[in-house]
């Protein structure tokens, strides 16, 4: 099992930027699949980006393709989404989640680990 510990979420301006990392602990973080997820009050948790063991492939939802980067270091064990030119539908929690599998994974069934969460709010 791994555990997942997200940081970096806060309130940004519409426009701006901010970088989420999640700290994992465990020998498999390395050999894991890894994914972001976002929440927003009233709706279902939906899938922002998933990133493969290796960091060689990459998948960003359409809501966010040419505005976050989903990235990785396995020498850290932390993956981190770069999200830049937030919009004020970005506001939500989002979640790391680690998979049980190496490649590229969408479904949140996929993912058997999950991060408490960080909120990230923009205001417009």
């Known amino acids: 099992q791994v555990q997942l510990v997200e940081s970096g979420g806060g309130l940004v301006q519409a426009g701006g930027s901010l970088r989420l990392s999640c700290a994992a602990s465990g020998r498999t973080f390395s050999s894991s699949a890894m994914g972001w997820f976002r929440q927003a009050p009233g709706k279902e948790r939906e899938f922002v980006a998933a990133i493969n063991w290796s960091g060689t492939s990459t998948y960003h939802a359409d809501s966010v393709k040419g505005r976050f980067t989903i990235s990785r270091d396995n020498a850290k064990n932390t993956v981190y989404l770069q999200m830049n030119s937030l919009k004020f539908e970005d506001t939500a929690v989002y979640y790391c989640?680690?998979?049980?599998?190496?490649?590229?994974?969408?479904?949140?069934?996929?993912?058997?680990?999950w991060g408490q969460g960080t909120q990230v709010t923009v205001s417009s």
């Open positions: 989640a680690a998979s049980r599998v190496r490649g590229l994974v969408l479904s949140p069934a996929d993912f058997g680990s």
